[in-house]
Structure formats: structure tokens, C-alpha cells
């Protein structure tokens, strides 16, 4: 299957600092990028969307001011936590659908993030 | 709305045994995909089989098949000869035609026991 590669995989920063966090697709072209967050023992929760090229679509309850998402191009979407507060610390997922009409995502690897 | 159930939070199987993952929908679609994903204690999320719902035929991908009861929109999975490394999250997920956002379950923790 298709590759997405998410750096860093881990992240300590400290509060009131931001963190950017990259997702590449690295050998297709990604129309689509997905950035979730994962509480430990929980399920995926979907923060936002974003189109190539568009303004991300954020999901309700998330703040579009406080988590950043570019898509500049078709491989690479970054995700910036500003201003980062501890009840920030998670785990952040990507993901990526290449094409319009394809169904299938692929995930990176995940970044744990940890505010202190 | 769409929703996807997992009400199993947890299950555990002998290896080389057989075990079967139980997952429900709700769409009031008639175009849909289904999936089941794999998180291992990597945290990578794995794409383990896909079905799609105009397709009667359930899908198989080597030691995992499911079981798309349409009519009780009920999607479980069936891993056999279960091994140590199918140890994992699995997250049931379901995704409307025309639409991007993949509808996740809670998860179920699975624990191969040798």
C-alpha cells in the first residue's frame, strides 16, 4: 500500500510554545489529508479535513486558531499546535486518500505530543 | 447519522484458535465502504480488509473474512489460526459514498494468548 510519513514521532515541548508536526505521502499524491486526535484507550476523533491547496474544514469543537493545518501541496499537510497548553499532550494521527474517488486512507504513524 | 458500534471493548483468543470481532453500523445510505483497521501497540493504523456494500460477496483477505450481514448492517470479522502479532486494536469504520470522513468505532482491544 501507499506510504504516509508523519514526523516527528514523538514531541515534548513546553507550554505556551508550538509544535508543527508534518504528514508526507510519500509515493502518491494525497488530494486529501485527515488530522485526528487519540486519547489513550480511545477511538480516532477526527479534528479536521483538508483539501489541497483549500482552507482545512475543522470539525465541531475544534479550534481552528489553536490547531493550525496546512495543505500547500498535494504531499505534505503540517499540523501546529499553538500556544500549547498540557491538556494538549495526545496522540495525532494523519491520514491520506489519494484522488477523488478512491476509498481507501492511509495513516501515518502518529505523533505523541507532550506539553509540559 | 452515521454510526459504527463496537460494543466488545475487549477480547482475548488462544493462538492458532479463531475469533470473530463484532461490529454495527448505521447509514441511511445505500453507497458505503466498510473497514476494519488494525493498531498494534505501534500505534500505526493498519488497513486489515475493506468490503464494499454493493458487493454480496463477503470479503477475504488470507487468515481474516468478514461476515456483511446488509439487512442487520452487521460487519464482524473473523480472524482464524489467530497468531501472537494479530494482538491489536481493532477499529471498525465505515465510510458513506461522496463522502471523505471515515466513522470510526470505539475499538477492541484484542489479546492473543499462546
Known amino acids: 500500500g501507499a506510504v504516509v510519513s508523519q514526523h516527528p514521532s514523538r514531541v515534548i515541548c513546553k507550554s505556551g510554545t508550538s509544535v508543527k508536526i508534518e504528514c508526507r505521502s510519500l509515493d502518491f499524491q494525497a488530494t486529501t489529508m485527515f488530522w485526528y486526535r487519540q486519547f489513550p484507550k480511545k477511538s480516532l476523533m477526527l479534528m479536521a479535513t483538508?483539501?489541497?491547496?483549500?482552507?482545512?474544514?475543522?470539525e465541531q469543537g475544534v479550534e481552528k486558531d489553536k490547531f493550525l493545518i496546512n495543505h500547500a501541496s498535494l504531499t505534505l499537510s503540517t499540523l501546529t499546535v499553538t500556544s500549547a497548553h498540557p491538556e494538549d499532550s495526545s496522540f495525532y494521527i494523519c491520514s491520506a486518500r489519494e484522488g477523488w474517488q478512491t476509498t481507501e486512507a492511509f495513516f501515518g504513524q502518529g505523533t505523541r505530543l507532550t506539553v509540559v | 447519522a452515521q454510526t459504527v458500534t463496537q460494543s466488545q471493548p475487549e477480547m482475548s483468543v488462544q493462538e492458532a484458535e479463531t475469533v470473530t470481532l463484532s461490529c454495527t453500523y448505521d447509514t441511511s445510505e445505500s453507497d458505503y465502504y466498510l473497514f476494519w483497521y488494525k493498531q498494534p501497540p505501534s500505534r500505526q493504523m493498519i488497513l486489515v480488509i475493506r468490503?464494499?456494500?454493493?458487493?454480496?460477496q463477503n470479503a477475504t483477505e488470507n487468515r481474516f473474512s468478514v461476515n456483511f450481514q446488509k439487512a442487520a448492517k452487521s460487519f464482524s470479522l473473523k480472524i482464524s489460526d489467530s497468531q501472537l502479532g494479530d494482538a491489536a486494536m481493532y477499529f471498525c469504520?465505515?465510510?458513506?459514498?461522496?463522502?471523505?470522513?471515515?466513522?470510526f468505532g470505539k475499538g477492541m482491544k484484542l489479546t492473543v494468548n499462546p
Open positions: 483538508s483539501n489541497e491547496g483549500s482552507k482545512a474544514t475543522y
Open positions: 468490503q464494499e456494500a454493493y458487493k454480496q
Open positions: 469504520a465505515l465510510l458513506q459514498g461522496g463522502s471523505e470522513k471515515l466513522v
